[in-house]
């Protein structure tokens, strides 16, 4: 390596000292400083991690690291963290009995995947797009054991953190092989409740955004209505539920495709609705291709075209929200491509979920 090589790279391992506060209050909530970040979004920049005090149980307030690898962690390692946690923590409410894998990058799903064997859930996840899920944050519902850790460390496979409930002495040997792997334990299992306030800040020059949190109340079959002529197969409306809670945590506006137990592509961040389901269905064919999959979609069609673009590329159904003046239009023309369309409400409700997320 030359000298130029060398002093690129060294800016990525180098750890910027911070001196924030101990302790930050916003309104009722103060947050007591965890760790020192390596460095923020980018280099040179410095960056640390507040829990809530007060907050419990499998969030990111009782994590403990096991390995913290050559370069420790990044601003964007606990953030990717974060998402995944809460990702595989929705799907665990729903599918309690189901193992649970999250790959994921830059704050964003690249995929996620069920399934009852351990190294099995792993391999679903990551073939259905191995190029994105290269450099990974890979969280688990479940202990690992040396099966899937073999995998994690295999040859030509690159994945920056590993987070888990638990994992087996063995599982821990072949992780440490990996120097530069950073290993994290999560506090508390996922059959405890977690407990914070709930609430979501965004700092802006000049001030602060403060919401609610947002919890997806598509939880089974009971939760959608079907509004085309075909009626979804079951298959479908469980294929539709899996993927729209993985749309819940994917940037807006996002799409994403796949079956019952696993995710095949993910169009996300794009301005447009129909460029995200491009993106989608071409990350798909990376790995599973998108023949027979459902659709999710985040927010409503104000156009045919995704309908159109998901009949020609074999999708059978999709899940959205209803809410655009072109509704019947968009289910009409469904109906002439034979496509079930899941709608985000109870036949009860009036109005529609939808998921946007902007983080």
Known sequence: MNKIDKASRAQYKTKVEEQFAETIACGNITFKKKMSMRYGENPGYPAAFY?????SGPNMSSLEIIQSGTKGLGYINVADMDLGQRLVKKLTEIYPYERICALIKHEMPSGVAMDGEPVHVFEKAWNSDPLSNFGSVDVFNYELDKETSLKIVEKGRNV???YAPGFSPDALAVLSTRKVLRVLK?????EVP???E???FKRLAGGLLVQQRFESRIVSSD???VVSNRKASREEIE???FNWTVACFTRSNGVVIGTRDRVHGIGSGQRSRIDAAEDAIRFSRRGYGPEGCVMASDAFMPFTDVVELAAENGITAIIYPLGSIRDLEVIECANARNIAMIVTKAPHEQDSERCFLHR
Do not use: N, R, W, Y
Request: proline fraction near 4%; charged fraction near 30%; hydrophobic fraction near 45%.
């Open 51 to 55: 829990q809530e005090e007060g907050a």
């Open 160 to 162: 920056e953190v590993v």
């Open 186 to 190: 999560m506090g508390q299992p996922f």
């Open 194 to 196: 977690a407990q914070d």
């Open 198 to 200: 709930k609430l979501e």
């Open 223 to 225: 939760s959608v209505d």
């Open 239 to 241: 294929a539709a539920i």
